[in-house]
T-cell receptor, first 115, second 114 residues
């Protein structure tokens, strides 16, 4: 069965510093992978997704993620953090059962930006 | 604008009462989902529906019920059998264009049961 592990429930970086949020997945088939962002008391917004093809995926707000099959990882990065990036981030893997897509989510990583 | 509307945003109930959370979408999506979110546990799937008049249990369906009488609507009832109903509930939808199409989420309903 597919599963997702996000390393670190809380990550804190300084404004302007590199953001790195870690995600490892378990999947018996080539995965579809997603990163979502959630601001307080709101729903989830898609940042980026990996399906097939290029392993470096660019998303919104300057984020990108690299799919590494050998490491079963899909880490999210941003070169320079901005105060507005403070939010909770979720990695998810797509799981197909009887023709229905289900997303399995990681536990989330709360990102704090220090001024 | 197309989107998913969840109402109300905040809901308070006494223990032992059933409560229904509303979810409406105008994206013309076939599939709809309900997730529960608790701190530190990510999102867990409660129920999902791929077409009208059909739905399947997710990972934590006990104490919940749903209906799908219209394509646009997928209400969730939290029954008195749900042992720990206080949580943030998120509704989502997805078109059937391809299996890698992402979920679109509403802004959630925060339910507090005392």
């Amino acid at each position: 069965a597919q599963s997702v592990t996000q390393l670190g429930s809380h990550v804190s970086v300084s404004e302007g510093a590199l953001v790195l949020l870690r995600c490892n997945y378990s999947s018996s088939v080539p995965p579809y992978l997603f990163w979502y962002v959630q601001y307080p008391n709101q729903g989830l917004q898609l940042l980026l997704k990996y399906t097939t093809g290029a392993t470096l995926v660019k998303g919104i707000n300057g984020f990108e993620a690299e799919f590494k099959k050998s490491e079963t990882s899909f880490h999210l990065t941003k070169p320079s953090a901005h105060m507005s990036d403070a939010a909770e981030y979720f990695c998810a893997v797509s799981h197909i059962i009887q023709g229905a897509q289900k997303l399995v989510f990681g536990q989330g990583t709360r990102l704090t930006i220090n001024p | 604008d197309g989107g998913i509307t969840q109402s109300p945003k905040y809901l308070f109930r006494k223990e032992g009462q059933n409560v229904t959370l509303s979810c409406e979408q105008n994206l013309n999506h076939d599939a709809m989902y309900w997730y529960r979110q608790d701190p530190g546990q990510g999102l867990r799937l409660i129920y999902y529906s791929q077409i009208v008049n059909d739905f399947q249990k997710g990972d934590i369906a006990e104490g919940y019920s749903v209906s799908r009488e219209k394509k646009e609507s997928f209400p969730l009832t939290v029954t008195s059998a749900q042992k720990n109903p206080t949580a943030f509930y998120l509704c989502a939808s997805r078109g059937f264009a391809s299996y890698n199409s992402p979920l679109h989420f509403g802004n959630g309903t925060r339910l507090t049961v005392t």
